[in-house]
């Protein structure tokens, strides 16, 4: 698949970026300019938070404030 290139230059694959989870490590990966572009949809398994921040769908009513705001929980 394809990969992304993080800040710190470190790769990933492109399915982990904007899933709410910090792949990275410095979080470039979530930030809400890339998320606010990335195409968070239910197609793609993800979940729209109200701050504009997209996390994985599995992620939803986890217990875990995955979007920040609590949107998600």
Known sequence: GTQFTCNNTYCISSDFVCDGDNDCGDRSDETISLCL?????????????????????????????????????
């Open 37 to 73: 572009s990335y195409n968070c949809t239910k197609e793609n398994n993800r979940f729209r938070c109200r701050n504009g921040l997209c996390i994985h769908a599995g992620n939803l009513c986890n217990n875990h404030n995955d979007c920040s705001d609590g949107s998600g929980n």
